[in-house]
């Protein structure tokens, strides 16, 4: 079992960023695909970034140039760093990794955009 631990959301105005973190308990943190999603209230979950093991992103068109998704292998962490954010972020904000049923998420973070 691996324990998924986010931090860093909170409220902030249009235009501002946050950075959201999330820790692994797992030794095997550098060999796994990871992935940030949000869900937004009555809307589906959604992908909003992933990393590969090798350091390949991909992100949706709704936040590419926006946002920035890295890992820190050394640390066992995984970073989204969400920048010119819209009232349209709003969201809780999920970590996730691995696939299949090895698949592990973090309890998710609230991240609002409001002025």
Avoid at 38 to 55: D, F, T
Wanted: hydrophobic fraction near 35%; proline fraction near 3%.
């Amino acid at each position: 079992q691996v324990q998924l631990v986010e931090s860093g959301g909170g409220l902030v105005q249009p235009g501002g960023s946050l950075r959201l973190s999330c820790a692994a308990s797992t030794t095997l943190f550098s060999f796994y695909d990871m992935r940030w999603y949000r869900q937004a209230p009555g809307k589906q979950r959604e992908l909003v970034a992933s990393i590969n093991s090798v350091r390949t992103t991909i992100y949706p068109d709704s936040v590419k140039g926006r946002f920035i998704i890295s890992r820190d292998n050394a640390l066992k962490t995984l970073y989204l760093q969400m920048n010119t954010l819209k009232p349209e972020d709003t969201a809780v904000y999920y970590c996730n990794i691995g696939s299949g049923s090895a698949s592990f998420w973090g309890q998710g973070i609230q991240v609002t955009v409001s002025s």
